[in-house]
């Protein structure tokens, strides 16, 4: 698409949103034959911020999938490098959340 604006969010959002916005795995891929600008802009809260999702995402219907935590937590609950390789891979909060749910 010409002149588009490509915005991912992160994990972070998709938590205080409730799941609403969902965030992608994704990469850039270059083309041989077009030339293209790319700029990554992250934004993050201090490690003492705490991450939960935010009332207005919440009913009785659509109740919270996600505990509150630090953004120290969830930084280090998602940031799992393997076998020493630049690639960082994302794991489920939602799904260890219920893990842990049902152990306690």
């Known amino acids: 698409m010409p002149n588009a604006y490509i915005v991912n969010f992160g994990l972070p959002l998709q938590v205080v949103t409730n799941g609403v916005l969902k965030s992608i795995e ?56 393997k076998d020493g390789l630049s690639s960082v891979f994302t794991i489920s909060h939602k799904n260890i959340q219920e893990t842990v749910d049902t152990q306690i």
């Not at 934004?43 to 505990?67: G, M, R």
């Open 26 to 81: 994704h990469r850039v891929v270059t083309n041989p034959k077009e030339a293209r600008r790319s700029v990554g802009v992250f934004i993050t809260p201090s490690w003492d911020c705490l991450i939960s999702p935010v009332e207005e995402f919440l009913s009785k219907e659509n109740p919270a999938c996600y505990h509150a935590i630090t953004f120290r937590e969830f930084y280090n609950m998602h940031s799992v490098v």
